[in-house]
């Protein structure tokens, strides 16, 4: 059963530091694996899609890697912006038809 | 390209009753998944269906059921509602659900409130 971890549950920076957040996953049989912002009480955002077959995935200031074989995924924000606060979720795709596994999210503050 | 879409945005229902959501995924995608969000749990996979077959099934008592019709929008089900399935439910169409480059696109969600 796949397990996904995200660390830190929580990151506070100022306006214009580099966010890095980790995501950790105990079954390396993936298929891709997503990244999404939620903003409070909304729907999920995709922000990368990252195939297996890939080691990063860039999308404006936003670079995703992957490391399939020891279960790790880091997305990289540059120069943040207090727009960009929100949760972040990683989702690793395996077998299952349709069904993404969901870390608990690493929550966000940017401070102007 | 319009966005997934659900509706009703928001419920408010009591114990007992029954509920049905609605979902229409984006054009000419065909998979549509259903996911359960709540402050203790996180995001539960309910259930998802392509080609109006349910091809698989999170762990979600009976209670729980769905469908997806000719046109791929999907409704789900709920039945004899209790209080702890007051939850923001998502749903997440692609093009197939599986493998590849099959980026999921989700709703905006329903939120359910049961009394």
């Known amino acids: 059963k796949q397990e996904v971890t995200q660390i830190p549950a929580a990151l506070s920076v100022p306006e214009g530091e580099n966010l890095v957040l980790n995501c950790s996953f105990t079954d390396s049989a993936i298929y891709n694996l997503q990244w999404f912002r939620q903003d409070p009480g909304k729907g999920l955002t995709s922000l990368l899609l990252i195939q297996s077959s890939q080691r990063e995935q860039t999308s404006g200031r936003l670079n995703a890697s992957l490391d399939k074989s020891s279960g790790r995924s880091t997305l990289y924000i540059a120069a943040s912006q207090p727009g960009d606060s929100a949760t972040y979720l990683c989702a690793p795709k395996g077998n299952s038809w349709g069904k993404l596994q969901f870390g608990a999210g690493t929550q966000v503050v940017v401070t102007p | 390209k319009a966005g997934v879409t659900q509706t009703p945005r928001y419920l408010i229902k009591t114990r007992g009753q029954q509920v049905t959501l609605s979902c229409s995924p984006i054009?000419?995608?065909?998979?549509v998944s259903w996911y359960q969000q709540t402050p203790g749990q996180g995001l539960q996979f309910l259930f998802e269906y392509f080609s109006e077959t349910q091809r698989n099934k999170g762990n979600f008592p009976g209670r729980f059921s769905g469908r997806q019709f000719s046109n791929s929008r999907s409704e789900m089900n709920v039945s004899t509602l209790e209080l702890g399935d007051s939850a923001l439910y998502l749903c997440?169409?692609?093009?197939?659900?599986?493998?590849?480059?099959?980026?999921?696109?989700f709703g905006p969600g329903t939120r359910l409130t049961v009394l």
């Open positions: 997440a169409s692609s093009y197939s659900g599986g493998a590849g480059n099959n980026e999921q696109f």
């Open positions: 054009s000419g995608h065909r998979s």
